[in-house]
C-alpha cells in the first residue's frame, strides 16, 4: 500500500510541462458575425482574447496586463497578427478550400491549434500546428519531416500544396519551436504564482437514481494536472469504474469525476470502497469513503417531495371530510331545531281560532 501510494506521487510529481497554445476560428457565410475570434491559453488558462470584427483585443488575467506593460511589443504582435493577419489568412485559405472542394454559398469554418510547451525541468521544446475545417481535423505540420500530415483524404491536395511553399513550413518551425517558448516564458514570469497555486477540490458522492453508478465528482481544484481513481480495500480498481475528462469550470478552476458501477455490490462491500484524489505536486491525497448516507441523489430528493406532497394530499382531504362532515352536522342539527321549535300552520290556524272565540 505504502509502495503503490509513493509511486502515485512520483508519478503525478513527474516533471511540469508548460504550454502557450493560440486557437483562431474563422469563418464565411455568416450574416453579421464574426469572422474571426482568436484565444491565448496559457497553462490552461484563458490569457488573452481577440474578435476582429469588433476590434476587441482583451487581456483575460492581471498578470497578462503586467506583461503587456512591460512587453508593448508583443501586445502589438498579438493586435496585428488578430486584426490584420490571421483575418485576411484565414479568408484566402477558406475562399481556396472552398474553390478545391467545388463548395458553393453556405457555411464555412476554419480552425487552428498551434503553440508550444516547454519542460521546464530538462528545457525540452515542443511545437504543433493543426488545421480543422468545417469541424473535422483536416492537416498538421510534421516538425520532424517538416512537412503537413493529412489528416483526412480530402486533404492530401492541401498537403501537396502546402509541402511545396518550405519556406513557409521553414518559419512555421521557427515560430513554434523558438519564439513561442520565449513568449511562454515571458506569460510565466508574470503569472507563474497564479498559475502554480494549489487549489483543493470539494468531493462529494453523487447518484442519479437508485441503480445508477456512483459518481465521486471533484470540482474547483487547480491546476488541472490531478489523479482520480477508486480503491477496493486500498488496492486500485478497474473494473466497473469509468474515468471522466478534466473539464473547465466559469471561475478558472477545473471539475472532474470518476463514476462505480454498484448494481451488483452486497451492503457489506459498500465500505470495502473509497474514492481517492490527488493534485499534482501535492502530496497530501483526498480520501471518500463509499458510504450510501454520503451521497447526494436526485431520486431521493424526489422520493421526499412526493413523500412530502403526499402527505400534504392527505391533510388537505381529511380537512375537506372534516368540514363537509362539520356543515353536514350542522345543517342536520338546524333542521331538526327549527322542526322543534317552529309552529305548524294547522298550530297557527287553531290558536287565532282560540282567541276569536274568547273574544266574542
Excluded at 50 to 78: A, G, H, M, P, T
Excluded at 195 to 201: D, H, I, S
Excluded at 281 to 288: H, L, M, N, S
Excluded at 290 to 313: F, Y
Aim: hydrophobic share 35%.
Amino acid at each position: 500500500m505504502t509502495l503503490f501510494l509513493l509511486l502515485l506521487f512520483c508519478s503525478v510529481s513527474s516533471a511540469v510541462r508548460h504550454s502557450l497554445i493560440n486557437y483562431f476560428t474563422g469563418s464565411a457565410g455568416v450574416p453579421n458575425g464574426t469572422q474571426f475570434v482568436g484565444v491565448a491559453v496559457v497553462d490552461g488558462v484563458e490569457a488573452v482574447y481577440c474578435d476582429s470584427s469588433n476590434k476587441i483585443l482583451e487581456s483575460r488575467q492581471d498578470w497578462v496586463k503586467k506583461v503587456f506593460d512591460n512587453d508593448s511589443q508583443l501586445l502589438e504582435w498579438y493586435k496585428h497578427e488578430c486584426f490584420n493577419i490571421q483575418p485576411s489568412a484565414f479568408r484566402a485559405r477558406i475562399v481556396s478550400l472552398k474553390q478545391q472542394f467545388n463548395q458553393s454559398e453556405g457555411f464555412y469554418i476554419l480552425q487552428t491549434r498551434s503553440g508550444c510547451e516547454w519542460e521546464e525541468s530538462t528545457g525540452e521544446k515542443f511545437g504543433f500546428l493543426k488545421y480543422g475545417y468545417n469541424g473535422e481535423d483536416f492537416i498538421e505540420l510534421d516538425l520532424n519531416t517538416l512537412s503537413w500530415a493529412s489528416l483526412k483524404p480530402e486533404a492530401d491536395t492541401t498537403k501537396q500544396s502546402w509541402d511545396a511553399d518550405r519556406n513557409r513550413t521553414k518559419l512555421n518551425k521557427v515560430f513554434l519551436t523558438d519564439i513561442c517558448p520565449e513568449r511562454l516564458k515571458s506569460f510565466l514570469e508574470f503569472g507563474n504564482s497564479s498559475l502554480q497555486r494549489t487549489v483543493p477540490p470539494s468531493v462529494s458522492l453523487l447518484q442519479k437514481s437508485s441503480s445508477s453508478p456512483v459518481s465521486c465528482h471533484a470540482t474547483g481544484f487547480y491546476p488541472d494536472r490531478a489523479v482520480m481513481f477508486w480503491r477496493k480495500d486500498g488496492e486500485k480498481v478497474h473494473e466497473g469504474v469509468e474515468i471522466g475528462d478534466i473539464l473547465p469550470n466559469d471561475d478558472g478552476t477545473f471539475q472532474m469525476s470518476v463514476n462505480l458501477n454498484v448494481s451488483s455490490f452486497t451492503p457489506e462491500e459498500w465500505s470495502r470502497f473509497d474514492c481517492v484524489f490527488q493534485l499534482s505536486d501535492v502530496e497530501k491525497i483526498i480520501v471518500t469513503k463509499l458510504n450510501k448516507t454520503l451521497i447526494r441523489t436526485n431520486w431521493k430528493e424526489k422520493m421526499t417531495k412526493e413523500k412530502s406532497s403526499n402527505r400534504a394530499i392527505t391533510v388537505i382531504v381529511v380537512l375537506l371530510i372534516f368540514i363537509l362532515v362539520a356543515v353536514a352536522g350542522f345543517a342536520f342539527y338546524k333542521k331538526k331545531k327549527e322542526k322543534h321549535f317552529t309552529p305548524s300552520a294547522v298550530n297557527i290556524c287553531e290558536l287565532s281560532e282560540g282567541k276569536n272565540e274568547d273574544t266574542t
